[in-house]
């Protein structure tokens, strides 16, 4: 029963970082088209919408957390929803979504060194060599994708602050949730934290002067589409299935799974957009999936327990 529910966790890890592998390209779309903080304040009032809506139809009541969980959630919505949505969308306006991913791709790594440091985290050998060959594996898909993606224009070194901004974020967000995480459960913190997110950004784009009948009239059907697929998809579901990962997991474990994100990307585009699909891009997803299998391998013979 253990294996089965591991192997199931690993199979919702792998559908996330398959959602969470389009969303570089719709963030792209969105920066080109509309303002970067009015974009992340419809994305997650979208995320938010779906979450409560989702409660309701299931009758799950929204959790009262105490004095102390609810300064954790109000710091969780702070660095991964209000400030993470402010890196990416601002970010992407300088530079082109595979370079934006391949900084994102130091994620395993942050939230390795991460763990280690702050909570006494073992990092044996076998899981520091899978967590270099996810970075090794998601440099080589992407660069094989866009040989060209580091040339870029004069002030793309703010794109790219931006993004690693993007990855202690997220790091943040990752790391900081185990206590709540284990106390009010994946859906509840995640709700939460994405509400009082949504809060901030909401706040920022009205005093902003952004959130302005002009500026909605503006966002088309397709900018809608890839707000839909980032709010709903991307924010909503993937952050559950997430958390859920790093529940089970641990934070280390279930981050080496942003790995695939690029692999994702690139295999949807062959799928769906007939790009090519080369020798190098499939020996990085091989390389990939290699480092995931080395951080997860002590889990599943039991000889090192989650964080």
Not at 83 to 91: D, H, I, T, V
Request: proline residues 4%.
């Amino acid at each position: 029963m253990r294996h089965a529910a591991e192997r199931l966790t690993y199979l919702k890890l792998a559908a996330v970082t398959m959602i969470w592998g389009g969303t570089f390209v719709a963030g792209r779309h969105l920066a080109d088209q509309v303002d970067p903080l009015l974009a992340a304040c419809l994305r997650f009032i979208l995320a938010s919408l779906a979450l409560l809506l989702f409660m309701v139809c299931t009758r799950t009541p929204l959790a009262r957390p105490s004095a102390r969980q609810m300064l954790q959630l109000i710091g969780l919505g702070l660095c991964g929803i209000f400030f993470y949505n402010l890196c990416f969308f601002y970010g992407l306006h300088y530079i082109n979504a595979s370079r934006a991913s391949l900084i994102v791709a130091l994620n395993p790594a942050v939230i390795g060194l991460a763990s280690w440091w702050l909570f006494k985290e073992r990092l044996g050998r076998a899981k520091l060599l899978g967590i270099a060959l996810c970075l090794v594996g998601a440099a080589t898909v992407i660069v094989s994708r866009t040989p060209n993606l580091m040339q870029g224009a004069s002030d793309a070194w703010i794109g790219d602050l931006l993004i690693l901004g993007c990855v202690m974020a997220w790091g943040a967000y990752s790391l900081f949730s185990r206590a709540l995480n284990q106390a009010l459960g994946p859906l509840q913190t995640v709700t939460w934290s994405v509400l009082w997110g949504t809060l901030m950004l909401a706040i920022s784009t009205v005093a902003s002067g952004r959130l302005t009948v002009q500026g909605l009239a503006a966002v088309h059907l397709p900018q809608w589409y890839s707000l839909f697929y980032l709010g709903v998809l991307g924010s909503a579901l993937a952050y559950i299935g997430y958390y859920d990962g790093i529940r089970r997991i641990g934070a280390t474990r279930s981050g080496v799974f942003i790995a695939l994100n690029p692999l994702t990307a690139v295999i949807s585009g062959a799928l769906l957009l007939d790009e090519p699909l080369t020798a190098p891009m499939l020996v990085g997803g091989v390389v990939i999936l290699l480092g995931i299998y080395l951080c997860n391998k002590p889990l599943a013979r039991g000889r090192v327990m989650g964080i």
